[in-house]
């Protein structure tokens, strides 16, 4: 695994995205969405197996949801926002480079 990466997940539409430690931290900061640091198993479970949806202004970016039945408080999914991005390997080679910018709880009625 690339150092820094947290984890790796592989969607339902078989595209690769991942988790850094950075990015994990920012999540669970106090002043962010501490409630997530108990949640990480379902977060992967959301990019796994939830509902995609590809936002209109920005078509690199995606909205992962699934619902769960007990996260924190009254909220009922895991929202997770992804961005579709291309790197370079050493021979100019694109290829896929997808990962998870903001992950929070949310109550869907």
Known sequence: ???GRRWNERDRYGNDTYLTDE???HITEPINHPEMFAYEDQLRQT???GRRKQDALNPQ???YVKA???LAEFN???VAIVLF???GDESGTLLPNNYIVIAYQKEIG
């Open 61 to 63: 970016k995606y909205r």
């Open 23 to 25: 990015r994990w931290n």
């Open 47 to 49: 990019i796994r197996s």
């Open 1 to 3: 695994m690339v150092q």
């Open 68 to 70: 769960f039945d007990n």
């Open 85 to 87: 991005r291309f790197t």
């Open 76 to 78: 009922t999914h895991i």
